[in-house]
């Protein structure tokens, strides 16, 4: 004979999970995620903002406050989010993370860095009392939107996909360590020998540089009147050349003179004289 209760577990265990059900849907977390994809969300409408890691201890013991204060969030306007520092590292240099949790408040694309006590009264009368009114903004040079955190973010994602790299090379690929930092000083080399021959090239064409032409040397004709003296000094050497020719030549004309003097003088006196003496 069949016991009459044995159909009773089956539906005791199908009202628990409709009774379930509901309870769950009721404790999914208020907290939205925010990554490199869609972080400008952050700038329209208000924002409390959590960076944390999930194997810091002190990001754990606020779990429990910041998914409490997030369950306010739609009576007090304001959106709660948190992020992931060790999966979004650009998120993490873009906003100068130094510390694990840090919270920002964001209003109107100004962002204030919380720094007060971390309870959920606290987090619910900062945002309903307004009290984000007495911290200074972060300036706009240094504001996640800026050219300088953009950059600072770049680089946190260089460094992550290094590091990717890193580990890909040793436990992938069986690469040593010595190896997988020769392969990373050869691409630092090559890279910056690439880059340096681009910007040689990109100056060359901005700027080209001027080749000195030899200048030709100044005709009498078209020289200033700075010249004018060394023309006078080039006049008088000329002139004093000239003189000194003319002597030259005075000099030899006297010798040949003195020269056929002297010849006439020693000729030898012939017969036909010899005999008109005697």
Not at 70 to 79: C, I
Not at 229 to 240: F, I, N, R
Request: hydrophobic share 40%; net charge negative.
């Amino acid at each position: 004979m069949t016991p009459c209760g044995s159909p009773v577990v089956p539906v005791a265990v199908l009202l628990l999970l409709l009774w379930g059900a509901p309870w769950t849907h009721a404790r999914r977390s208020d907290v939205r995620v925010i990554t490199d994809e869609n972080w400008k969300e952050l700038l329209e409408g208000e924002w409390m903002i959590e960076f944390y890691a999930p194997w810091c201890p002190a990001c754990q013991n606020l779990q429990p406050e910041w998914e409490s204060f997030a369950e306010w969030g739609e009576d007090l306007e304001v959106n709660v989010a948190k992020v992931d520092v060790t999966e979004q590292p650009g998120l993490s240099g873009r906003f100068i993370i130094t510390a694990l949790p840090t919270i920002y408040h964001c209003k109107g694309g100004e962002f204030r860095r919380y720094q007060g006590p971390r309870t959920k009264k606290d987090f619910i009368n900062f945002i309903s009392e307004k009290e984000w009114k007495s911290i200074e903004p972060v300036s706009s040079w240094f504001g996640p939107g800026s050219v300088l955190m953009s950059s600072m973010s770049a680089l946190f994602q260089l460094s992550m996909w290094i590091r990717t790299c890193h580990n890909y090379f040793i436990e992938d690929l069986g690469l040593p360590v010595w190896g997988s930092y020769t392969v990373f000083a050869l691409a630092t080399l090559l890279s910056g020998l690439l880059l340096g021959l681009c910007m040689i090239f990109v100056a060359d064409c901005l700027f080209p540089s001027k080749r000195r032409r030899p200048q030709p040397y100044p005709s009498k004709k078209l020289l200033p009147e700075s010249s004018q003296p060394l023309q006078k000094v080039e006049e008088e050497q000329e002139a004093d050349e000239e003189d000194v020719s003319e002597e030259e030549a005075g000099s030899k004309e006297g010798t040949k003179k003195d020269f056929a003097q002297n010849a006439i003088r020693q000729r030898p006196v012939g017969p036909s004289l010899a005999t008109d003496r005697s």
